[in-house]
């Protein structure tokens, strides 16, 4: 079992997600003291930004420096990486993708090391600068699975970053993947709708956004505040059917395409309509109204 208080942290990959993590990392003091890229100029650009770390030619030579590797390559490469470095026993082998499990790891773990997935609940989209990715990388959970002592090593780096972990089986990250694509990617996907029906409406889309943004981040606010059920609002938690239809109507006239988004949306919100104490029968009539089964 290796020492936890001094471990040497390497990264296969010097994109965004690599970069922000060893950023991070080195800003609570941990030793961040190698890194690769496929872009040679991606590992000098953190190499120089990071007292002690090395850019080196490949993954083997990372491996070879560190005690800890993170591999943060484009997820479809994590399993190549995986299979052609020689790793050493108890080494710590981590990757950090979120809908995959540590079998993408299974060269290393069969090599002696242990392994681990540890996953930012994080968008890095549309970053100014790579530092920013550090910082969103503050205060947010990780989902992590690891062995050894990865299995409390992780955890405090998470806890290290202001942050928590949560742990997730192996089976069960495409679950708390999906989680993540419903509360960042879809939410874009939804925006992007409501902002489409202000071109429609023949605003740009620059309008609609302004329009839309004052409202969406008040939204999330009350989430954060409150929790879904008490911040939800419309017609369809408020029982309110005949809104409902008029929607469905003008949208068939004008926006089609939306037709299959909005009623799923509306019969998504039932339970939550039923929280509120819509009773029954008028539960029943909006789900009628959006199609779904009387």
Known sequence: MLPTDDVSIGFVGAGTLGRGLALALDGVGRDVAAVSSRTRASADWLAERIDGCTALDTAQDVAHACDLVFITTPDAVIADVAATVNWRPVQGVVHCCGAASTELLTPAADAGAEVGAMHPFQTFAVLSEPPEAARRLSGVTFAVSATGWLADYLPSLAESLGGSAVTIPDELRPLYHASAVLSCGYVATLLDAAVNLWTTMGFSAEDGIRAAMPLARATIEAIAAAGPADAV?????????????????????????????YRELTLASLPLARGKGVPEADLARLRRTAGGAG
């Open 233 to 261: 609002t419309g017609p369809a938690v408020r029982g309110d059917a005949a809104t409902i239809s008029a929607h469905l109507e003008v949208l068939s006239r004008h926006a089609e395409n939306l037709l299959p988004l």
